[in-house]
């Protein structure tokens, strides 16, 4: 078992920064592939970044392409998302999520086992 617990969030203007992390439990982290997801209001939840066991695979949604970056420290069994240039349609709750089969870095919310409670991220304007 696998518990996730996100920080970081907050209110922050358009154009600011925020780093998410995400802190793991658990002695298996550094063999899951790990994902942010995020989901707004009356929408869907959905794929933001993701990166391999190891971190040489990363993959962006289309949207923050440019703007996040997504990373991990094994040692610490964090996962941490560098938000920059934000937008107000980056506001949602961010969750944080833990695949433990793959190897490759799944884009969809029923490929991951493992999720935290997500943290509030409001970009105002």
């Known amino acids: 078992q696998v518990q996730l617990v996100e920080s970081g969030g907050g209110l922050v203007q358009v154009g600011g920064s925020l780093r998410l992390s995400c802190a793991a439990s658990?002695?298996?982290?550094?063999?899951?592939?790990m994902g942010w997801f995020r989901q707004a209001p009356g929408k869907e939840r959905e794929f933001v970044a993701g990166?391999?066991?190891?971190?040489?695979?990363?993959s962006y949604a289309s949207s923050v392409q440019g703007r996040f970056t997504i990373s991990r420290v094994n040692a610490k069994n964090t996962v941490y998302l560098q938000m920059n240039s934000l937008k107000t349609e980056d506001t949602a709750v961010y969750y944080c999520?833990?695949?433990?089969?793959?190897?490759?870095?799944?884009?969809?919310?029923?490929?991951?086992?493992?999720w935290g409670q997500g943290t509030q991220v409001t970009v105002s304007s």
């Open positions: 658990g002695r298996s982290f550094s063999t899951y592939t």
């Open positions: 990166i391999s066991w190891n971190g040489a695979i990363t």
């Open positions: 999520a833990a695949d433990s089969t793959r190897f490759y870095v799944a884009r969809l919310p029923n490929e991951y086992d493992y």
